[in-house]
């Protein structure tokens, strides 16, 4: 058991979705994120660029002590997680894997439609780790990188999300699809728009419960939860950004289920 806390990072807010999820699966953790603010968005950098920065992030997280770290974003789970796999000795967790099982599981015609950055489309690695789990699955992927910042803008239920959500879902019109991955960690904010866009027929797989439950797994294997009863409360959540922390700040108390006092600002160049 550790009290350590787990270290999640994201480019920006949109790992919140994902430490939505982590919270309400592991309550008795400590959490520290750590919001790329100054350097997003990763979607349209290059696999050096986006693994660059995750390093310093993870470097900078392990002088918070970190036990484990969630890497709750797609973009840099899809280009940068090997490396920092083997170049950091902890458990490391990301939400392309979860998220491409949870699809594999969910889908009936093996028809899956996946929705991200353009890095994320780009890179190939849902189709890697969807072929793993069933050969037979096609994949059709979409970059949609404006949906990003229309949740930045706070265009949750906006006429102009619905108008690019049914432009950007046309591409899967004439397609068998019966399951849709939102890889991008903003996109669930907006779940309710793509659904419609999209068609009740099609399911949603937002990547973040999977990687919930991983990792507990991943916890549990190396012998890492925290069964103390520690209350939920602000001290429990640590956030830091590489800019604009008062906007940081506005958003996450949109999403998450806790009001957060202050997000710290620091100079992640220097990690
Ligand atoms: N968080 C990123 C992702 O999940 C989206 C935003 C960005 O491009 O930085 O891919």
């Known amino acids: 058991m550790s009290r350590r806390p787990i270290g999640v990072f994201d480019s920006g807010v949109g790992g919140l979705t994902v430490l939505k999820e982590l919270i309400r699966r592991l309550p008795n953790e400590r959490y520290v994120y750590f919001g790329d603010m100054a350097r997003a968005p990763y979607g349209t950098k290059s696999r050096e660029t986006v693994t660059r920065f995750s390093r310093q992030i993870v470097r900078f997280l392990r002088t918070r002590d970190v036990k484990a770290i969630v890497v709750a974003c797609n973009t840099a789970s899809a280009v940068a997680l090997d490396d920092i796999e083997k170049e950091f000795d902890l458990p490391v967790i990301g939400v392309v894997k979860p998220g491409a099982k949870s699809a ?12 991200g950055t353009e890095a994320t489309i780009s890179s190939g690695i849902y189709e890697n780790y969807l072929q793993d789990y069933r050969p037979d699955i096609r994949l059709i992927g979409k970059a949609c990188p404006l949906f990003v910042s229309l949740v930045e803008e706070g265009c949750i239920e906006d006429p102009v999300t619905t108008e690019i959500a049914r432009r950007y879902m046309a591409a899967f019109r004439d397609t068998d699809i019966d399951t849709l991955i939102m890889g991008c960690t903003h996109f669930p904010m907006i779940e309710d728009t793509i659904q419609r ?56 108390n949109l999403f998450l289920p806790l009001s957060i006092a202050g997000a710290k600002q620091i100079a992640i160049e220097e990690y």
């Open 104 to 115: 594999a599981d969910t889908t009936q015609t093996g028809h899956i439609g996946l929705i």
């Open 197 to 252: 866009a999209a068609g009740e027929h099609v399911r949603l797989v937002n990547p973040a419960y999977e990687t919930a439950k991983g990792l507990q797994e991943l916890l549990t294997e190396y012998d890492l939860l925290n069964d103390e009863d520690i209350p939920v409360h602000e001290e429990a959540y640590k956030f830091y950004v590489s800019d604009a922390p008062d906007r940081f700040r506005r958003i996450a």
